[in-house]
């Protein structure tokens, strides 16, 4: 597979089976190998075997658990954990981060260490951030992950059709 460099705006840097090194490679190209690669039956998941998957449900929780342990640490700091606005704010910051991270992939902004990596890693901490931020708003943001989903395929037409 080769790796693409962004050269025009528009362009997205992505692996494209196929694709010639240097070749520009827009999001009507990547998105249906994207959808591809998501439809193969069998695939083993990309995380490592000490990784179980984990359902929603368990991540929030997980999650909560680790804001547990920031609102002692806040409380020790501060005294008083964060509000919920605050954890919103911090969000911001987060997308902030992950922002960077998107221009630096597209070769438009200089970055230490695996992009890639990087990437991962704060696309996690906006996960954590959305799922905290669900629970402290009382929300079921599974239910309204697949009604908002739902609402969208049924806007959109189908891939091929």
Request: net charge positive; hydrophobic share 35%.
């Amino acid at each position: 597979m080769a790796r693409h460099r962004r050269k025009h705006r528009g362009k997205t840097n992505a692996r494209v089976p196929g694709a010639l090194d240097g070749a520009d490679v827009n999001d009507a190209e990547v998105l249906p190998v994207a959808h591809e690669r998501l439809n193969r039956k069998n695939r083993r998941p990309r995380y490592p075997r000490e990784h179980q998957a984990m359902h929603l449900t368990d991540l929030t929780h997980r999650a909560m658990e680790l804001r547990a342990r920031f609102s002692t640490k806040e409380i020790q700091q501060a005294g008083r954990p964060w509000t919920r606005e605050e954890v919103a704010q911090g969000f911001v910051g987060d997308v902030g981060d992950l922002m960077k991270l998107v221009m630096a992939k597209q070769g438009l902004r200089a970055t230490q260490g695996d992009v890639d990596e990087r990437l991962a890693h704060e696309l996690s901490d906006c996960l954590w951030s959305v799922l905290v931020l669900a629970e402290l708003y009382h929300l079921d943001l599974e239910a309204a992950f697949l009604r908002t989903t739902s609402e969208l395929e049924a806007k959109l037409p189908r891939p091929g059709g």
